[in-house]
């Protein structure tokens, strides 16, 4: 839910032709390439500059903006630090080195670029709603909010602030407040496709979907995808008939967004027609032998010549899905029908005299919401030591993350299959084997509702729109229970009732699942 960048991408570079001589022509043309978007050749020319000019701020500030938009951000800090040693007052620098630190993910670094800012020029109203954002981050809402509030009194109509101002509603809840400040942004901007896409997540999160997957349709025009759009010979599909038809489907964003809409296959292949899907190379495996789909490629290989072709999250709103209407949510894929003897639990040495269930604690580190979507094993204690010695766990973590159970030793007991996992055909047969899955928001936790599993999801406070607000079910998945953070960032009261639903769970079910693992396979 970002503002669009205002970032001011070359500085003036103002001194008088008798301070660049004869190298004007070669500051023209470094200009030139810059405004162009020739970042590496501005830079070489930049560079041979600062050898010549080297008290120069501005020209340092441009090698840092250069640096900067080549993503080098190392270099660039180092350059604009070094235009504030010789102009300490130059507030495009401050504010490149704000935005630069916070890609870093420094953040207290970056917030006090930007007050440096507003120290030279309090209503500079890029560095407020560039502050505001840095506070957000750092989940200091009132403040970040009171800012915006402030600028929004002296210009009400200032369309950044007021989109800024509605994401910091919805970050604490307020979601009618961030829907009517979404509006108002649209009415003085109707064609702002951020807008549009943080007005659908507030809809769709409130499980109004006919408008929310409308305005959802502006996601590719947002700055995010707008860089990953792709051009396809065939059209996108619009609803046409596809009796003896070829459509394509493609995966858009991640690994949970593909399994969780591959649902939607059945009914293509009901309306007549021949379906081919490209998702990530780890998906094609598992979903080559699913729905009797026509082809499977990985993404980025050749792909054959189809009559239409649409995204896969596209498919809700063409087909116009409302809550009543979500095709198969009791489950829809199946796992392998033959467990390796690798991933065979019993075989590798996992009790098959007591329940046995999967935990997953961290997603994607490069998700924009990790910090909120995942939780550090520790945290887990509270919950699952209710059942020590009652459950056999298994850990379906993936990645450097599944290396936390080595700091806790109560962890010890906990079956590790980070090493044995390949791609999800292998955790779909894990999971096969396994009573219940704990997961936070990631792809194993579609995955385990798409297969039927029972499965306990962790969410934070506020969500993604696709498990609306409140609910302790979802409408997607039966077989998932939710357990949700009462306030941002605190998950002691979830893990509490966790635990207390697990003690529960083991008493009961936990019992008979003991006796024949996997009783839930459809």
């Known amino acids: 839910m970002n503002a669009r960048d205002k970032h001011t991408m070359t500085a003036a570079m103002t001194p008088a032709d008798s301070y660049w001589g004869e190298d004007r022509p070669v500051l023209s043309e470094s200009l030139r390439l810059h405004h162009d978007g020739q970042f590496a050749q501005a830079l070489a020319l930049y560079l041979w500059l600062d050898v010549r000019h080297s008290d120069n701020a501005d020209l340092k500030f441009n090698i840092g903006a250069c640096q900067q938009q080549r993503r080098h951000y190392s270099q660039a800090v180092r350059y604009l630090r070094a235009a504030l040693a010789i102009d300490p007052t130059l507030i495009a620098a401050h504010t490149s080195l704000g935005e630069v630190l916070r890609e870093q993910k420094r953040l207290p670094e970056a917030e006090a670029a930007f007050r440096q800012v507003l120290v030279l020029d309090a209503g500079h109203r890029d560095a407020l709603c560039q502050l505001a954002s840095v506070l957000k981050a750092q989940q200091r809402f009132g403040e970040a909010m009171t800012l915006m509030q402030r600028l929004l009194e002296k210009q009400p109509d200032f369309t950044e602030a007021l989109l800024l101002l509605g994401t910091l509603h919805y970050e604490i809840g307020e979601i009618e407040a961030a829907i009517d400040l979404f509006r108002r942004v649209l009415a003085l901007e109707p064609d702002w496709a951020q807008a549009h896409f943080n007005l659908s997540q507030c809809l769709l999160l409130q499980g109004e979907f006919t408008e929310g997957w ?153 998700h924009s919401n990790d910090a909120n979507r995942s939780l550090r094993l520790g945290l887990l204690e509270t919950a699952l030591h209710h059942c020590q010695g009652q459950v056999a766990w298994v850990s379906l973590q993936f990645g450097p993350r599944a290396m936390e159970r080595q700091s806790y030793a109560w962890a010890d007991t906990m079956f590790d299959t980070s090493l044995l996992i390949e791609d999800f055909a292998d955790t779909a047969a894990l999971i096969a084997q396994l009573d219940l899955v704990i997961c936070v928001d990631t792809a194993v936790l579609h995955l385990a509702g798409a297969l039927g599993c029972p499965a306990w999801g962790l969410l934070p406070h506020i969500p993604d729109s696709r498990w609306l607000m409140q609910r302790t079910d979802s409408p997607w998945y039966s077989s998932m229970r939710l357990f949700r953070q009462a306030a941002p960032s605190d998950w002691h009261p979830t893990m509490a009732d966790l635990g207390e639903q697990l003690t529960q769970w083991c008493q009961n079910e936990g019992l008979k699942a003991a006796k024949q693992h996997g009783q839930w396979l459809h």
């Open 214 to 366: 409308r305005e959802h349709e502006w996601r590719g025009r947002t700055d995010a995808l707008a860089a990953q759009e792709r051009r396809f010979a065939a059209p996108p599909w619009q609803g046409e008939m596809l009796a003896g038809k070829t459509i394509l489907l493609h995966a858009e964003q991640g690994l949970g967004d593909t399994l969780q809409f591959v649902r939607y296959i059945p009914l293509l292949k009901a309306y007549g027609a021949t379906v081919i899907l490209e998702c990530q190379p780890q998906l094609v495996r598992l979903l080559a032998n699913q729905f009797q789909v026509d082809q499977v490629v990985a993404r980025d290989a050749p792909l054959p010549t189809c009559d239409f072709h649409t995204p896969l999250m596209r498919l809700p709103y063409v087909l116009g899905t409302n809550l009543a209407s979500i095709p198969a949510p009791e489950g829809y894929l199946k796992p392998p029908l033959r467990i390796p003897a690798r991933l065979d639990l019993a075989a590798l040495g996992v009790p098959a005299a007591k329940p046995r269930i999967g935990v997953c604690w961290a997603g994607n580190a490069d």
